[in-house]
């Protein structure tokens, strides 16, 4: 009994010598007067407080590929964020989980409850959803993000739509430009979507000109990329370029000060920023920034559509993005749905980090591309991505 246990709780087949000291324990503890569930209760509680246990751990070893139950605990952990099932197990104990066995595995954990705990993991990770709720926004000012209970429901809504869009594989563009989201009573009220009851999120479609399309219209993207009081093109333009462009900017010359804010009002973010972009050392990259960020000014601290500024300003959205007008949510979805090799790119390089729990580094590279090779060969499908990981040669290696 305890090796079968110890098998489980260590993710890799014990043998009684590994066990030995836990079994002369349990015996040691056997006088005749203690019942055996007293005596093994410490023994227990050492197992879970092992490395082995608490930790992901694989051997060290000079073998090309790891072991199957090594693989069998590297697939369960990426797609549903926990050790290995009966069924997974059993087939790693076979030495069954050939390419074919783990793309039907990859379906099975991917559909199952417990895939829901990888979506709404790697969306979180992925976009940084797990800020929301870090600055929350003045009750005075944003008094619907309290009372409707703006931030779980803003949470949901996004690992739900991605959720929708790997499971039906769609393409990675889809990210982008998408027919459909997922509301409550509160986000309706918040997107001015016809009325929906109810705390729980229900399916909405969406009308080809709805400014809620995608990732852009989603209240948590647009609150995660301001700080409760005020909007920043410059946050939210380095959110873009980082987590959908994969093209991060270098990060800005030490002996630049930041932008003070205007607390008088007197002049609007896009002046401010003309100014700091005088300075040569910023001009490049804000050049890259700045219209992506204005692009989404005309949403608030909490993404209600808004059309001037709280002193009155107008809000001036215009820019220009590598010679491509630039003025809406819509127009960034055009640009990347024109450019997906932008978003499948970056897309891939996180997952792939997701899947092994690790950075990448240079000697993965080759790999790298030949997988996002391999993607777009299957014309950039979400679901296919999944299963190209799943048998990839990155995840067989130690």
Request: with cysteine; net charge neutral; charged share 25%.
């Amino acid at each position: 009994e305890l090796q079968r246990l110890a098998s489980r709780l260590f993710r890799r087949e014990v043998g009684s010598e590994d066990i030995a000291p836990y079994v002369s324990a349990v015996k040691n503890r056997l006088d005749g007067k203690t019942r055996y569930a007293d005596a093994a209760r410490p023994v227990f509680k050492a197992l879970l407080c092992s490395s082995e246990f608490l930790f992901l751990t694989e051997p060290q070893t000079d073998a090309k590929a790891i072991t199957p139950m090594q693989l069998a605990t590297r697939l369960s952990y990426f797609l549903t964020a926990g050790p290995p099932d009966d069924e997974l197990r059993t087939l790693a104990a076979k030495g069954l989980l050939d390419a074919a066995a783990i793309r039907k595995e990859t379906d099975r954990m991917l559909d199952s409850s417990r895939g829901d705990r990888f979506l709404r993991l790697f969306t979180e990770q992925w976009l940084g959803l797990n800020k929301l709720g870090t600055m929350p926004p003045a009750k005075e000012t944003f008094s619907s993000y309290h009372i409707d209970r703006l931030e779980p429901a803003m949470k949901e809504e996004t690992w739900r739509f991605i959720a929708e869009l790997i499971r039906t594989n769609q393409p990675v563009t889809a990210l982008v430009d998408t027919d459909f989201t997922y509301v409550n009573a509160g986000l309706a009220r918040l997107y001015e979507l016809p009325e929906v009851r109810g705390d729980r999120l229900q399916r909405v479609s969406l009308p080809n000109d709805s400014p809620r399309r995608g990732l852009l219209g989603h209240a948590s993207v647009l609150t995660i990329t301001a700080n409760g009081v005020e909007t920043s093109p410059v946050t939210r333009g380095v959110w873009l370029l980082e987590k959908l462009f994969g093209t991060p900017p270098s990060p800005p010359p030490p002996d630049v000060p930041p932008i003070e804010p205007d607390i008088r009002g007197a002049t609007t973010i896009r002046q401010q920023l003309e100014k700091h972009r005088n300075v040569q050392a910023c001009a490049d990259c804000h050049a890259k920034i700045d219209p992506l960020g204005y692009a989404l000014e005309a949403y608030d601290p909490i993404g209600h559509f808004r059309s001037a500024y709280p002193n009155g300003a107008a809000i001036d959205t215009t820019g220009e993005y590598r010679g491509q007008p630039i003025s809406s949510p819509a127009d960034i979805g055009t640009y990347l749905v024109d450019h997906p090799d932008l978003l499948a790119h970056n897309l891939a390089h996180r997952l792939l980090t997701y899947a092994l729990g690790r950075p990448l580094g240079f000697a993965d590279q080759p790999a790298l591309r030949r997988l996002q090779s391999d993607w777009k060969a299957k014309n950039y499908a979400l679901r296919e991505l999944i299963h190209l990981i799943s048998i990839s040669e990155l995840m067989q290696q130690p």
